[in-house]
């Protein structure tokens, strides 16, 4: 109550009477009720929206460092494809996944290699999405065009071992076809050995040839 003694002492100095005197302190009780109510009302207005502060940004995501895009690896990086509703590839790269498997048995059946047997899925899958992801479409064919030509990859240097599918859509392995890193070494031509012999001949009448004949001095 806000009323003083005093102010209480003043009003019965006036000739106030004890209704008016009680009608008084009501009012003043009853303002004193209204804003504590208020003061409540706020109070609990400012922890509602505390706790939807904190339900919205935890204290340990204040502290939380930036995203940060691993090193460009299969298991780490997902291949920049699309994705339909279903999870799946969508027509489109699922139809580039399927030619890239049919130009590698086409291929494979050319070179005596292994082919692929069946759907292609798990690591496979994955790494052949990551090399058209970064490289592109074309590049399968080109990479398959280099595993064909390379001796090494058709296993005639190493007899026990011939190059995959697998082998051929890892990262590093992938990188070295486009660049022919795989090719059988270009041969050095050898520099022109010196005439002898009927060539030696020939060659010396050619530089000769269109000059006067000698003649005898005698």
């Known amino acids: 109550m806000s009323l003083s003694a005093a102010v209480l002492d003043a009003m019965v100095a006036s000739g106030c009477t004890a209704e008016q005197i009680a009608a008084v302190v ?8 209204s804003t504590k109510a208020r ?16 339900a919205v940004t935890p204290v340990n995501a204040c502290n939380a460092l930036p995203s940060v895009t691993p090193p460009n690896d299969i298991y780490s990086n997902p ?8 999870g799946d590839c969508p027509p489109a790269a699922e139809n580039l996944i399927e030619e890239a498997v049919s130009a590698w048995n086409a291929m494979a059946g050319r070179a005596g290699l292994a082919e692929v047997r069946g759907r292609l899925a798990g690591s496979r899958l994955a790494m052949l999405k990551a090399r058209i992801a970064e490289h592109g479409p074309a590049s399968v064919a080109a990479a398959i065009a280099a595993v064909e030509r390379s001796p090494f990859c058709r296993g005639e240097t190493k007899p026990d071992w011939r190059a995959d599918f697998k082998f051929m859509v890892r990262p590093d392995n992938f990188a070295k076809l ?7 070494p270009r041969r050095q031509q050898s520099p022109p050995g010196q005439p002898s012999g009927l060539s030696a001949l020939l060659k010396g009448a050619e530089r000769y040839r269109g000059m006067e004949p000698l003649r005898s001095t005698g």
């Open 26 to 33: 009501k009012a003043d009780m009853a303002a004193s009720e």
């Open 39 to 54: 003061k409540r009302a706020n109070n609990n207005e400012r922890q509602r929206r505390f706790r939807a502060k904190r």
């Open 79 to 86: 291949p920049v494809f699309p994705q339909s509703p279903d």
């Open 178 to 184: 486009l660049e022919g890193g795989y090719d059988a």
